[in-house]
């Protein structure tokens, strides 16, 4: 069972650090700049982060990416904590839409109000990004979640 405990948040985690721990889950780092750490966060020391989610911002649209939490600190609520972190990020850069490609992980993600959605239904920008026509492969999941406006 996960907690609710506070988690302290990195902004802007090193690359290195953050390929180390795609690499170590299998997930694709190829694309990755030092550009697109400006809206990355992390758990965990600088130079050896325990768990890294990013985000792109696309105008209305955000493309979740990039989650993994080290296995030895998994079930802790870091995972979970890192979608509201990329999410408050959106929503901070007016984004109203969040999107994912996941081909592991779908139930964590309905768990946090994601639902599964048709690719073709992705707007332009979505579709323009690396992840979503090069990196993941056509079998992974595509998901949707509508961001609630705050403070209305
Ligand atoms: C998916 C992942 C990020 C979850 O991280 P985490 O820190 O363990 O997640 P949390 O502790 O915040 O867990 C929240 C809940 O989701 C559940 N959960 C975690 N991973 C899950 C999965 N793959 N499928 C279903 N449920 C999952 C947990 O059991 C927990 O439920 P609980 O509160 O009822 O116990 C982590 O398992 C991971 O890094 N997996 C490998 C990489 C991956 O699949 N990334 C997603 C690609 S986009």
């Given at each position: 069972m996960s907690t609710a405990a506070a988690v302290d948040i990195l902004e802007k985690p090193a690359l290195g650090a953050v390929e180390r721990l795609l690499a170590n889950a299998g997930l694709?780092?190829?694309?990755?700049?030092?550009?697109?750490?400006?809206t990355f966060f992390g758990v965990g020391s600088?130079?050896?982060?325990?768990a890294v989610v990013g985000v792109e911002l696309h105008g209305d649209s955000a493309l979740l990416r990039s989650l993994v939490v080290a296995p030895l600190t998994r079930s802790r609520g870091l995972g979970r904590a890192l979608v509201s972190a990329a999410e408050r990020c959106a929503r901070s850069a007016g984004a109203s839409d969040v999107y994912l490609l996941t081909s592991t992980a779908e139930p964590f993600f309905e768990s946090l109000g994601y639902a599964r959605t048709d690719r073709?239904?992705?707007?332009q920008a979505i579709r323009r990004t690396y992840e979503f026509a090069?990196?993941?492969?056509?079998s992974a999941t595509f998901m949707h979640k509508r961001l609630v406006p705050t403070g209305t």
């Open positions: 694709p780092t190829t694309d990755l700049t030092s550009a697109h750490l400006e600088p130079e050896a982060l325990d073709s239904s992705a707007p090069s990196l993941c492969p056509a």
